[in-house]
């Protein structure tokens, strides 16, 4: 069972690695955590832009805060 990426500290290289995640929203992540603070649960990263129901689903098993 792979380790889960963490949100709030994960690089954009890491980011990248998830699916569905290349480097345009990986960025868009990091700007969204650097804006607000941080993520407080996995279910806000369906505010950051560029992320809906469909990618959240591919990624929410590989991902943590």
């Known amino acids: 069972n792979e380790a889960r990426i963490n949100l709030n500290t994960a690089s954009l290289a890491e980011l990248e690695t998830l699916p569905s995640i290349g480097e345009v929203r990986a960025q868009a992540i990091i700007d969204y955590r650097e804006s607000n603070g941080g993520f407080k ?8 832009s560029g992320i809906g129901e469909k990618i959240f689903a591919d990624v929410s098993p590989h991902i943590t805060v």
């Open 41 to 48: 649960s996995v279910d806000e990263l369906k505010e950051v």
